[in-house]
């Protein structure tokens, strides 16, 4: 069960530049192979599908936790694309919708247009969609751990990519976030084949090499430790961890650790403004508005914050 909680795990940049070319390139994040929607699943299925738990609960809380964490990591795509997608100058009674619309058929992916009313999609770089073909969840555990290792190296390279293609400042701050969090799955799934078979993949295969430490959108993260942690997602479940997660980082050296996650300390999303000439929400916003408000009124709700 997935307890949810209006926060994102880091913070993001408001909307700013319009970006559609940009963000069809950021889609391959939500929906490509190596996509934040393929580990999701992936490691869901695995949890799903994972015999004698009881027997062997610290690898179950692993391969389950960081699946939690996966929820976090699409929601963090889907904002960045929609900030990307937001045009801050077409938020009036009367947009032009043809030449708004044309820039993004010609410069980006139509479907966030036609389909996506300027939204993300669950769809890869070239517009195909996501598909459970991605799953490997084949019940072996030393298979599904090798998986996942290879899976977030995978991962690590294509966000790299993607960094290095797109410079819209939300795209930056998403990529540099995930490459610092990839990189401890990568770890902890390296770990715990080392605790299960003996084998160090992260020596056999010291790949991606991405020094992540030399990048500016990481840097935050790596200072605050969060290249070295585990966050456990549950108020009380998953305390087996700290069996198959433990030792020092194969490149910093630092110890490794699990930490109880504090949604109350995580950033709220941004609001991304309406975008009338898509009818998102609507082609007369102000409207839904109203009966918004007097909604809250009749059910005895405090009033909106004109500046909300």
Same mark, same amino acid.
């Given at each position: 069960?997935?307890?949810?909680?209006?926060?994102?795990?880091? @913070?993001?940049?408001?909307?700013?530049?319009?970006?559609?070319?940009?963000?069809?390139?950021?889609?391959?994040?939500?929906?490509?192979?190596?996509?934040?929607?393929?580990?999701?699943?992936?490691?869901?299925?695995?949890?799903?599908?994972?015999?004698?738990?009881?027997?062997?609960?610290?690898?179950?809380?692993? /391969?389950?936790?960081?699946?939690?964490?996966?929820?976090?990591?699409?929601?963090?795509?889907?904002?960045?694309?929609?900030?990307?997608?937001?045009?801050?100058?077409?938020?009036?009674?009367?947009?032009? /919708?043809?030449?708004?619309?044309? #820039?993004?058929?010609?410069?980006?992916?139509?479907?966030?247009?036609?389909?996506?009313?300027?939204?993300?999609?669950?769809?890869?770089? =070239?517009?195909?969609?996501?598909?459970?073909?991605?799953?490997?969840?084949?019940?072996?555990?030393?298979?599904?751990?090798?998986?996942?290792?290879?899976? @977030?190296?995978?991962?690590?390279?294509?966000?790299?990519?993607?960094? @290095?293609?797109? +410079?819209?400042?939300?795209?930056?701050? *998403?990529?540099?976030?995930?490459?610092? =969090?990839?990189?401890?799955?990568?770890?902890?799934?390296?770990?715990? *084949?080392?605790?299960?078979?003996?084998?160090?993949?992260? &020596?056999?295969?010291?790949?991606? =090499? /991405?020094?992540?430490? &030399?990048?500016?959108?990481?840097?935050?993260?790596?200072?605050?430790?969060?290249?070295?942690?585990?966050?456990?997602?549950?108020?009380?479940?998953?305390? #087996?961890?700290?069996?198959?997660?433990?030792?020092?980082?194969?490149?910093?050296?630092?110890?490794?650790?699990?930490?109880?996650?504090?949604? @109350?300390?995580?950033?709220?999303?941004?609001?991304?403004?309406? #975008?009338? +000439?898509?009818?998102?929400?609507?082609?007369?916003?102000?409207?839904?508005?109203?009966?918004?408000?007097?909604?809250?009124?009749?059910?005895?709700?405090? &009033?909106? +914050? &004109?500046?909300?």
């Amino acid at each position: 069960m997935i307890h949810r909680f209006d926060r994102l795990l880091t @913070e993001l940049p408001p909307p700013s530049d319009y970006d559609p070319a940009g963000a069809a390139i950021v889609q391959e994040l939500m929906g490509g192979k190596f996509g934040e929607m393929s580990t999701l699943m992936n490691y869901t299925f695995q949890s799903f599908n994972y015999r004698d738990r009881a027997k062997t609960r610290p690898f179950y809380d692993l /391969i389950a936790n960081i699946a939690a964490e996966e929820y976090g990591h699409i929601e963090l795509v889907g904002h960045t694309i929609g900030a990307m997608l937001t045009d801050l100058n077409k938020t009036d009674d009367s947009p032009d /919708i043809t030449s708004e619309l044309l #820039q993004g058929l010609s410069a980006g992916n139509p479907h966030h247009f036609v389909n996506g009313g300027k939204g993300v999609l669950a769809q890869d770089s =070239r517009g195909m969609p996501w598909t459970g073909d991605n799953v490997f969840s084949s019940g072996d555990l030393v298979s599904d751990l090798t998986h996942n290792f290879f899976l @977030e190296s995978g991962a690590r390279s294509g966000k790299l990519r993607v960094y @290095e293609s797109v +410079d819209h400042p939300s795209a930056r701050a *998403l990529t540099g976030y995930l490459l610092v =969090r990839g990189g401890v799955h990568q770890v902890a799934y390296a770990r715990a *084949l080392e605790n299960l078979t003996g084998a160090d993949l992260s &020596k056999l295969f010291p790949t991606p =090499r /991405i020094p992540t430490d &030399k990048i500016p959108e990481c840097k935050p993260h790596i200072e605050r430790g969060d290249h070295a942690r585990i966050y456990r997602f549950s108020p009380s479940d998953f305390t #087996q961890i700290a069996a198959v997660f433990n030792g020092t980082h194969p490149e910093t050296g630092d110890p490794l650790e699990v930490v109880d996650d504090d949604p @109350e300390s995580r950033p709220r999303p941004q609001d991304p403004d309406p #975008q009338p +000439d898509v009818f998102a929400p609507d082609y007369a916003p102000e409207e839904i508005e109203e009966i918004a408000d007097k909604l809250r009124e009749q059910a005895g709700l405090p &009033k909106r +914050d &004109k500046g909300e």
